[in-house]
């Protein structure tokens, strides 16, 4: 993967490697605690996640891969290419231009899986997409990076992390796979498994910004250019997810969770290949590229998440106010059809009923008789 990047328009602007302070500041140790950490709690919101995982629906999305063949279209085809195309517009340094190259050339994030779930996607297909892109990032990260460097002149390869890539895996796999079993033995209590982790997982993504502002303090810059890119990046994975789902005609549930898995990228496996492949120097007007996508990720994420709730609830207040208005409108039609069917008896009645009879006196009758036999 070596081009020349002082040719490209991209990497038109020239490096200033030797004039930026020394890498960031992160303390061994408080690093350590929070990989492990994190790395626990997500494993066990996977795990609560995986129990809303229905094991027909699943095989139903393997069986017709239609949905997860759009969403790799997304994460491999749009990804990689938007990416590309802002290096080139935002005319990039070099390694700010990589930076944001291998970050639309990373697989989705998890992150997405717990976004499906509160918009009430397609929770089934969020996860085997996720799990689909982790694999084939194993061949499509090297060749997305290849296509899109060849007018680069990279000063040094790019190592594809592969063993974070099998650690991604087997995080999202074995803990869904128990999940799954949950909620195939035990329906009732994987509900309440699943409710107790979406409450975890809106903390633990709020630890995680906190902890990763934290302890990367040091590799923030003031580079306005390169949080402007951060933050349309997501914006435009979502909205060209949806769109793309839209166009293949995939349901509404379907849109929502391919719009939010397009737009979630791996963060940790973006950080991982730089630091791989990059010295301390380059380093430091790279790595804020990734936090800060990492950071707009979340926002725009909680934005989806607030619009799609005021969506439901005016949705609610208007299926509400019709059944009132159905309610009343059908107690009036119910009084006035009561009122005309009293009236239409009265009429009835009034047709029906014979005038008053007038009484006979006995008498009177008996001896009108009595005198017409006697004139006889």
Not at 52 to 69: D, N, T
Request: glycine share 8%; aromatic share 10%; proline share 4%.
């Amino acid at each position: 993967m070596r081009a020349n990047c002082s040719s490209s328009s991209a990497c038109s602007a020239n490096s200033s490697e030797g004039e930026l302070p020394v890498g960031p500041e992160v303390h061994g140790n408080l690093e350590l605690v929070f990989t492990v950490v994190s790395a626990v709690m997500m494993g066990l919101l996977m795990f609560s996640l995986g129990c809303s995982v229905e094991f027909r629906k699943l095989w139903a999305h393997i069986r017709r891969p239609w949905g997860i063949a759009v969403g790799l279209l997304c994460q491999f085809g749009l990804m990689p290419l938007t990416a590309y195309l802002l290096a080139i517009s935002f005319s990039l340094k070099p390694a700010q231009a990589i930076a944001v190259l291998v970050m639309g050339c990373c697989p989705g994030g998890t992150i997405s899986n717990i976004f499906t779930f509160w918009v009430e996607g397609d929770m089934d297909l969020s996860i085997t997409m996720t799990t689909c892109s982790t694999v084939a990032a194993l061949g499509m990260m090297p060749l997305c990076l290849y296509l899109y460097t060849l007018s680069w002149n990279l000063e040094q390869n790019l190592t594809i992390p592969y063993q974070n890539i099998g650690i991604t895996l087997v995080c999202l796999t074995i803990p869904v796979a128990f999940g799954i079993y949950v909620n195939y033995r035990w329906p009732k209590q994987s509900k309440i498994i699943l409710q107790i982790g979406a409450i975890v997982g809106g903390v633990l993504l709020l630890v995680v910004a906190v902890a990763g502002v934290v302890l990367a303090k040091g590799s923030w810059n003031s580079d306005i250019t390169l949080l402007t890119i951060s933050f349309i990046f997501p914006l435009i994975g979502h909205v060209t997810g949806f769109l793309l789902a839209l166009l293949t005609h995939q349901s509404w549930q379907r849109c929502r969770t391919i719009s939010l898995e397009t737009g979630a990228q791996n963060i940790q496996m973006c950080v991982t290949m730089l630091q791989l492949s990059f010295t301390a120097k380059q380093l430091v007007q790279m790595l804020s590229f990734p936090l800060a996508y990492g950071l707009f990720q979340l926002l725009d994420g909680f934005l989806i998440v607030a619009a799609y709730k005021m969506y439901k609830r005016r949705l609610k207040n208007e299926h509400r106010k019709k059944d009132t208005g159905c309610a009343e409108g059908c107690h009036k039609k119910k009084s006035t059809s009561l009122k005309e069917t009293g009236a239409f008896l009265e009429v009835n009645e009034v047709a029906i009923t014979p005038g008053p009879s007038v009484p006979m006196d006995f008498h009177t009758a008996f001896e009108s008789t009595s005198h017409i036999s006697s004139s006889t």
